[in-house]
């Protein structure tokens, strides 16, 4: 009979335990912060190779592409520089790689009808844009304008690009 109550007695402390009569509470608030800031980045830009030609009398164009990622609504600016051997951004040139070399004038345009030089001032002669949080793909265009055939060679430059945000 002992054995009884003692069992029960655990049962009914067991039950008495579970209740909330005695439980309480308290609670309070937690902030969460985050922060984007505007950010854009150049992700790519294509080499402009030329096609392979003798003389240089007539129009030798190509074209390559700048990809530009920019948090979404942030506005952007790409700018071209005047590359290695350039004298200003409206005077190009290439140089070529051989012993003694010689130069090949050519020029970057922001419009397929290349006619609207592609420089370094903004609001003047660089492509403006809004970023969207995805990449966005901004053709070049290129031109080598007749002038006197140069020497066979290997010609080059490099031109930095730079996005303003």
Same mark, same amino acid.
């Given at each position: @009979?002992? @054995?009884?109550f003692t069992?029960?007695?655990?049962?009914?402390?067991?039950?008495a335990?579970g209740? %909330?009569?005695?439980?309480?509470?308290?609670?309070?608030?937690?902030?969460?912060?985050?922060?984007?800031?505007? !950010?854009?980045?150049?992700?790519?830009?294509?080499?402009?190779a030329?096609? %392979?030609?003798?003389?240089?009398?007539?129009?030798?164009?190509?074209?390559?592409?700048?990809t530009?990622?920019?948090?979404?609504?942030?506005?952007y %600016?790409i700018?071209?520089d005047k590359g290695l051997?350039?004298?200003?951004?409206?005077?190009?040139l @290439?140089?070529?790689?051989?012993?003694?070399?010689?130069?090949?004038?050519?020029?970057?345009?922001?419009?397929s009808?290349?006619?609207?030089n592609?420089?370094?001032?903004?609001g $003047?002669?660089?492509?403006?844009?809004?970023? $969207?949080?995805s %990449?966005?793909?901004? $053709?070049v265009?290129?031109?080598?304008?007749? !002038?006197?055939?140069?020497?066979?060679?290997?010609? $080059?430059?490099t031109i930095?690009?730079?996005?303003?945000?």
């Open positions: @009979m002992r @054995m009884l069992c029960l007695g655990v049962a009914g402390a067991v039950a335990l209740t %909330n009569a005695d439980a309480a509470t308290a609670t309070a608030n937690m902030s969460i912060s985050f922060t984007i800031s505007a !950010q854009c980045t150049v992700v790519s830009a294509s080499t402009m030329f096609p %392979n030609t003798g003389l240089l009398n007539a129009n030798v164009d190509q074209t390559s592409t700048i530009v990622l920019c948090t979404n609504t942030t506005p %600016n700018s071209l051997f350039g004298a200003s951004v409206s005077a190009r @290439m140089q070529g790689t051989g012993g003694s070399p010689d130069t090949v004038s050519y020029s970057l345009f922001r419009d009808g290349r006619t609207q592609w420089g370094q001032t903004i $003047t002669d660089t492509v403006a844009g809004t970023g $969207t949080g %990449n966005v793909a901004t $053709t265009y290129g031109r080598i304008a007749p !002038q006197v055939s140069k020497k066979p060679d290997s010609y $080059t430059d930095t690009v730079t996005v303003t945000y």
